[in-house]
């Protein structure tokens, strides 16, 4: 994928805002990409406050829908300074109000920029992101390993060192740990592994395939692909690998189980009548349902967003592109050119692999409403699959 997308959507333009060199000398390219039903961001002003922490505050930002401007047209109105400590204040210039005005310490610089960005977004009434992590595949040689960082690619730390092919890394929300597959026993098998510990659990191995883990927002169980049963089906068990049921036995290639928030449907990709389709299965059995995407081929890699309005997908016509759909299906926007996609815990926000240049993998941050993307530098490499902790 080229870096700039020139093609990302049919008819849409690109608007460079910026670009700011960070403290490793990496540049971080600021782009709009304009496309059908764009909002447009929110304007903001930063005064004051330097170096590092800006940089934080305007990634961070920027990656959830919002703009840097004068004073003058600003919606909001951020101030401060940072000299070890952070203080920070932001100003509603339209409602003369304040909303956030606090004195940040006690950890790094970026941290306290990060704890400052929550504040403001949430002080605005919605889910703070700049503090959660995410995780992913990066490719060493013919092998891969599993890799955790803050969602901005700081603090990058190895989960895996299993010297095979290591993939699809999936969070169990409300736990510090991750589900993926791994050939380190041979055939792929899915684990479990606590990231304080180490401790690793095995989900589910039965010779054959075992792959694409997926848990449920309550952290409790594990959807997954077995081919078990003769083809690749869904199953589900607890997150220990216990009381393993079946879900379908389509006799289709089955892929990408995804869980709604309540826990109650898990959605897939299949075929139907030899098209790549999305379908959906009650979590505890019952039948399938086919979940509409009209006029978008093949999808695959369906999500649903924490809010459980969404639905982010791939398809796969000539090339791959990122698109949502209402949770039951209907009418589909096309976002970008990518695929992988997976939500943020504010429902707004994706990450999601772009090919570059010589074929490299790479993430991307967007924000679905202003259509707003930033590439995540700091994650160097060959990168693919992310996962937002939830």
């Not at 736990?175 to 401790?199: E, H, W």
């Not at 926007?333 to 815990?345: N, Q, R, Y």
């Amino acid at each position: 994928m080229k870096r700039f997308l020139c093609s990302a959507i049919a008819g849409g333009a690109l608007l460079i805002l910026g670009s700011i060199q960070n403290a490793s000398g990496q540049i971080d390219i600021d782009v709009t990409v304009k496309g059908p039903g764009r909002v447009p961001p929110i304007w903001l002003s930063m005064s004051g406050i330097t170096g590092e922490a800006a940089e934080v505050l305007q990634f961070d930002l920027f990656v959830q829908g919002f703009a840097f401007t004068n004073a003058e047209n600003a919606q909001y109105l951020i101030s401060g300074s940072a000299n070890g400590n952070l203080q920070a204040r932001a100003v509603d210039a339209v409602n003369k109000s304040q909303l956030v005005s606090k004195i940040y310490s006690g950890a790094s610089l970026r941290r306290q920029a990060h704890a400052f960005a929550d504040d403001f977004v949430e002080a605005l009434g919605r889910k703070g992101i700049a503090k959660t992590k995410i995780a992913y595949k990066a490719a060493k040689g013919q092998n891969s390993e599993i890799f955790v960082a803050d969602f901005d690619g700081f603090n990058q730390q190895a989960v895996t060192a299993d010297n095979t092919i290591v993939a699809a890394p999936a969070w169990a929300p409300g736990k510090f740990g991750l589900c993926f597959l791994s050939y380190k026993l041979g055939n792929p098998a899915i684990f479990y592994q606590d990231l304080a510990s180490g401790t690793r659990t095995k989900v589910a191995y039965y010779g054959g395939s075992s792959i694409s883990p997926a848990v449920s927002f309550d952290g409790r169980r594990v959807a997954m692909i077995l081919s078990k049963g003769g083809s690749p089906d869904v199953y589900v068990s607890d997150l220990d690998g216990s009381n393993l049921k079946r879900l379908t036995s389509t006799k289709q290639a089955e892929s990408s189980p995804c869980w709604t928030p309540d826990g109650q449907w898990i959605c897939f990709a299949t075929e139907i009548n030899g098209r790549r389709a999305l379908a959906k299965v009650p979590a505890n059995g019952g039948s399938v349902q086919i979940v509409p995407t009209p006029g978008f081929l093949n999808p695959s890699e369906p999500e649903y967003s924490p809010d459980g309005k969404w639905l982010a997908f791939t398809s796969q016509m000539r090339t791959f592109r990122i698109c949502v759909v209402p949770t039951s299906g209907g009418p589909v926007t096309e976002l970008i050119e990518g695929e992988d996609p997976s939500w943020a815990p504010n429902s707004r926000t994706l990450v999601f692999t772009r090919r570059q240049a010589g074929g490299r993998r790479g993430l991307s941050l967007l924000d679905v409403p202003t259509k707003q993307v930033k590439d995540v530098t700091r994650i160097s490499g060959n990168s693919s699959q992310p996962s937002w902790a939830k």
